[in-house]
Every structure is written in structure tokens, then in C-alpha cells.
């Protein structure tokens, strides 16, 4: 099993619609979550990270965590072109101080 | 947010020779900076692990000797590829760990702009 699992998609989603983006993970202890977004030949932009369970919104982005499950999502509101990308879900490991672990992407497409 | 640089953005090399990529942290000490390669269409790999004035720590299948990493400093961290191949092609990619002590207990990570290594 690996770590950190997504769906590689691709995810096709109607611009002004709601694009949902979904990770788990296997290790119970890890408590740091991160989503980041990497256009095609550039680099990954960190979007969001969450420490706690629940919610945590920041402009067009919800980010949401939920420790008993082992489960982290991704939803961007009134979604854009622009927003169309590969979206990184990452991990702290609970046994590391700082090294964090990747999904392997879910590539979203934003139709318009 | 925090800036990482990354220089140079490209290189091509010919087929032996060694290329060296350096990493900066711009606007942050970085506790730890960590090295990725990235094929195309591929998920990113990490190869290797450095913190400030100690041995960097390189993930299974990583070969040391040919890919020489020096954290001099808590800003900047260098990657040489020594005899590049052809094999080595690739977009390598570093981030500096930024430790946070709130809130929560975590450390995010920023990448660089990456390095798009060519070997003819």
C-alpha cells in the first residue's frame, strides 16, 4: 500500500462548478497535510496545508481532514481554466521531522 | 510565502561532464532542503535529503557518488550530477523545509522554479 494515494485522474469538471480532489493516507500518526498544485513543466506551488480536523478555507480553497479516516480533500470553488493542473497531496511523516511523502497527482481539467 | 531560487533554469551538457545546480533559500533560514527529479508525465522522486553542515540522506536506488550534495549553509544547498548520461535528462527540482513551531507541528515545504537538465 503506498502512502499517500490519489486518483490520477484525469478529473474533468465544468468551469464555475466545484472541483472535488481526494488523497488518503497510511500512516495514523502523521500530522501535517499539504496540497499543492504543479502546472506541466514547472514546479509544485504549495496551496494549503492543515493541522487539525475539519475545514480550512482560504479564498476559493477548502481544504478538509479528517484523522480517523486518513483522509484529506481538496475542494476549489467556482472553478477556473486557470486551475487546471496536477494537484499534489503530501504528508508529513509522523517518524520525520520535516521530510514529507507525495501522492502521485490527481490531474484536474477544467472544461469551460 | 517563502522563495526558493534555483539556478541555472536549464542546461544541456554534452555526455561526461559534471553539472552543478544550486538551490537558495531567499527569505528563510531552511532547516532542511531536499532534492527531487521529475521524468515527464511522472510523479515527483525524491532522491535525497540534506540538512545544514551534515551528510545528506539519499532515498534507496539514489547513487551517492554520482549525484554530490553540499549544504553549506542554512540557504543554500548544491546538487552536482558528476558524469552526466543521457539517462540523467530530467527536471530536478529542490525545496527548503521551513519549520513552523505554530500553529500545529508541521513544516512546509516551497520548491524551486526547477532545473531542466539536458545530456546530449
Known amino acids: 500500500q503506498k502512502e499517500v494515494e490519489q486518483n490520477s485522474g484525469p478529473l474533468s469538471v465544468p468551469e464555475g462548478a466545484i472541483a472535488s480532489l481526494n488523497c488518503t493516507y497510511s500512516d495514523r500518526g502523521s500530522q501535517s497535510f499539504f496540497w499543492y498544485r504543479q502546472y506541466s513543466g514547472k514546479s509544485p506551488e504549495l496551496i494549503m496545508f492543515i493541522y487539525s480536523n475539519g475545514d480550512k478555507e482560504d479564498g476559493r480553497f477548502t481544504a478538509q481532514l479528517n484523522k480517523a479516516s486518513q483522509y484529506v480533500s481538496l475542494l476549489i470553488r467556482d472553478s477556473q481554466p486557470s486551475d487546471s493542473a496536477t494537484y499534489l497531496c503530501?504528508?508529513?511523516?509522523?517518524?520525520?521531522?520535516?521530510?514529507?511523502?507525495f501522492g502521485s497527482g490527481t490531474r484536474l481539467s477544467i472544461r469551460p | 510565502g517563502a522563495v526558493v531560487s534555483q539556478h541555472p533554469s536549464r542546461v544541456i551538457c554534452k555526455s561526461g561532464t559534471s553539472v552543478k545546480i544550486e538551490c537558495r533559500s531567499l527569505d528563510f533560514q531552511a532547516t532542511t532542503m531536499f532534492w527531487y527529479r521529475q521524468f515527464p508525465k511522472q510523479s515527483l522522486m525524491l532522491m535525497a535529503t540534506?540538512?545544514?553542515?551534515?551528510?545528506?540522506?539519499?532515498e534507496q536506488g539514489v547513487e551517492k557518488d554520482k549525484f554530490l550534495i553540499n549544504h553549506a549553509s542554512l540557504t543554500l544547498s548544491t546538487l552536482t550530477v558528476t558524469s552526466a548520461h543521457p539517462e540523467d535528462s530530467s527536471f530536478y527540482i529542490c525545496?527548503?523545509?521551513?519549520?513552523?513551531?505554530?500553529?500545529?507541528?508541521?513544516?512546509?515545504?516551497?520548491f524551486g522554479p526547477g532545473t531542466r537538465l539536458t545530456v546530449t
Open positions: 525545496s527548503a523545509s521551513l519549520f513552523r513551531r505554530s500553529p500545529g507541528r508541521g513544516s512546509e515545504q516551497y
Open positions: 503530501a504528508v508529513r511523516v509522523y517518524s520525520s521531522a520535516s521530510k514529507i511523502i
Open positions: 540534506s540538512n545544514e553542515g551534515s551528510k545528506a540522506t539519499y
